[in-house]
């Protein structure tokens, strides 16, 4: 008996956004060429120079589970296990949040910060504590970006913690990482605080992508703010205060944080989107 033909890059990648329109997946050329590149272990630019070769039996078995998942609302980022955050791959799963291009404008203003602030010039050695640190991005990129300044990635979440430990050891960082909630198991006194923790209310109706990530990581109570408000207590219980602030939420949040940092003795010192920068008075 002859053996079936195997479908060609071009009949699978069709397959796929035939699949993906009919699962109202906007996306579906990219991502079928996502998925392709992911099971045939090569770059995009070889398989559209090749759309007439043919997959082996077990990469197209592979194929068709991968769409499946996608058709599913699986975000694409965990089915291949990474996202790209400010340049840089980063694993991801199931049990982190996937980065997104709004965490970004953290980095950005901790350049500024770095760059322009008189006080921080003046400390030899800077230590940043990033909060609720999931995949271990924003940490992870700072400490690339900067070297010199020490890093400290801390999460209530033990399975997060074991994907940022991984992207850890990818990049060489060596970073000091620590299963804590909030501050409560932190030593030392942080000139810096990064967090990006869950700010969604809690009737807050999310996407059917977003659904596929940790719930524990995305909502925040009614207005979204309850785990902010239980950081800024432990901040105030601290001997020496962060001179900063890099706290991410909805904008339209913005005043609410303001409001309860200043019983705290911060003040607003920069916004922009999704990221608020408050500054010890």
Known sequence: MKKAPTKTYRQALNEAINKFKLAN?????????????????????NILLNLNETFSGVQYKLFNKLINQRANNTPIAQIIGRKEFYGRNFIVNKNVLIPRPESENMIDAFKFLISNVSELK?????????????????????????????????????KALS????????????????FSNLLSQVSFDPNIIVANLPYVPDKYKLNDEAKQEPANAIFGGNDGLDCYRELFEQIADLQKYPLFLLLESFPKSHTSLIKAAQN??????????????????
Not at 25 to 44: M, Q
Not at 264 to 281: E, M, N
């Open 163 to 178: 994907v940022a430990k991984k992207n850890d050891v990818f990049y060489s960082t060596r970073l000091n990482i620590y």
């Open 122 to 158: 003046k400390i030899n050695n800077i230590k940043l504590l990033d909060i609720g640190t999931g995949s271990g991005c924003l940490g992870i990129t700072l400490k690339l970006e900067f070297p010199n300044i020490e890093v400290n990635l801390v999460d209530n979440d033990l």
């Open 264 to 281: 705290i003795g911060y003040t607003k010192f920069y916004r922009q989107d999704f990221c608020l920068v408050l500054k010890r008075s």
């Open 25 to 45: 997946i906007k996306s579906a050329r990219l991502d079928g060429l996502i998925i392709l590149e992911n099971v045939l272990k090569t770059n995009r630019t």
